[in-house]
C-alpha cells in the first residue's frame, strides 16, 4: 500500500510517497498516479505522456537538475530527497507536445526498496553522478545493475556527470564518463546544475530519443488500426492523447 501527500516548494510540486507494493504482475499500477501539480504547462493539451526517473546517489545533484529543467531553478538549500519527488515539463517536438514526467529517486540505500518499483513504466532515466567524488561514478555499475533488473531493456538512459563547474576538485574525467557511456551503450554529458549548462541539453536529449521509439510504434499501430490504444513494448505503456484527454475531463488528472 502506498501513501503520500502533496507539496508546493516555489513553482515545483511533489508528490512524497510511503509504503511498499505487491511486486505480482498487475499489483503494481497502484504506484502509476500522476497528481495534478500547480504548474500551469499541466494545463496545455499533450500528444504523448512520457515517464522518466532520475537515479543516481544521494547529494550528486539530481533534484536541482530537475528544478533547472522544470522551473530553471537551482536552490542551494536543496536537502535530501526523501522517498520520491516528481515534476514535469512540457517540451515542443516537430508538432506534437510531450509531457514529460520526471521522477527524483532518493539515492540513500534505506529507499530502495520505495523508488525501485518507480522503474516500472519509466521510458527513460538519466543516470547521475558527481564528477567530484569518484565513489558516485563507481556507483554507476551498481545503478545500471538496478536498472537492468527493474526497468525496461529499451529503456532511454543517460549517463550525467554533474556539477562541471568544479572542475578544480573533478576526481573523474570527462574521457572516462564518455569511455563508460559507450560501453554501456548509453548517451553521455557532463552537466552543471548551478551554472545551467548542458541541463536542458541532457533531458532533451533522453526525450527526444523516446520520442522517436514512440513515433515509430505509432506508425507500426496505425497499421494495425490502433492508434488510439496504449502502446505496449517491452513491458512499457506509452499513454496516447484520446487517453490523456479523457483522463483529464473525468479527473483532472493525468494518470495511467
Not at 11 to 22: E, N
Not at 88 to 113: C, L
Request: charged share 25%; aromatic share 12%; with cysteine.
Amino acid at each position: 500500500m502506498f501513501f503520500g501527500f502533496l507539496l508546493k516548494i516555489s513553482r515545483i510540486s511533489f508528490f512524497l510517497v510511503f509504503g511498499a507494493c505487491s511486486a505480482t504482475a498487475r499489483a503494481y499500477s497502484c504506484i502509476y498516479i500522476y497528481i495534478c501539480m500547480a504548474d500551469s504547462s499541466y494545463e496545455e493539451e499533450c500528444d504523448y505522456l512520457f515517464k522518466a526517473v532520475l537515479i543516481g546517489d544521494s547529494a550528486v545533484g539530481k533534484s536541482n537538475l530537475l528544478s533547472r529543467f522544470a522551473t530553471d531553478e537551482f536552490r542551494l538549500d536543496s536537502k535530501p530527497t526523501i522517498g520520491v519527488e516528481f515534476a514535469y515539463r512540457n517540451v515542443k517536438i516537430g508538432d506534437k507536445i510531450i509531457k514529460a514526467q520526471i521522477w527524483d529517486t532518493a539515492g540513500q540505500e534505506r529507499f530502495r526498496a520505495i523508488t525501485s518499483s518507480y522503474y516500472r513504466g519509466a521510458l527513460g532515466a538519466l543516470l547521475v553522478y558527481d564528477i567530484t567524488r569518484r565513489a558516485t561514478f563507481t556507483n554507476v555499475k551498481k545503478w545500471m545493475h538496478e536498472l537492468k533488473e527493474y526497468g525496461n531493456l529499451d529503456m532511454v538512459v543517460v549517463l550525467v556527470g554533474n556539477k562541471s563547474d568544479l572542475g578544480q576538485s573533478r576526481e573523474v574525467s570527462e574521457e572516462e564518463g564518455r569511455n563508460l557511456a559507450e560501453a554501456e551503450g548509453l548517451f553521455f554529458m557532463e552537466t552543471s546544475a548551478l551554472e545551467n549548462f548542458n541541463v536542458q541539453e541532457a533531458f532533451l536529449q533522453m526525450i527526444n530519443k523516446i520520442h522517436e521509439i514512440t513515433s515509430q510504434k505509432c506508425l507500426e499501430a496505425k497499421t494495425n488500426d490502433t492508434a488510439n490504444s496504449t502502446l505496449i513494448h517491452g513491458g512499457k505503456e506509452i499513454l496516447t492523447i484520446d487517453e490523456v484527454t479523457a483522463t483529464k475531463q473525468s479527473t483532472n488528472c493525468c494518470y495511467k
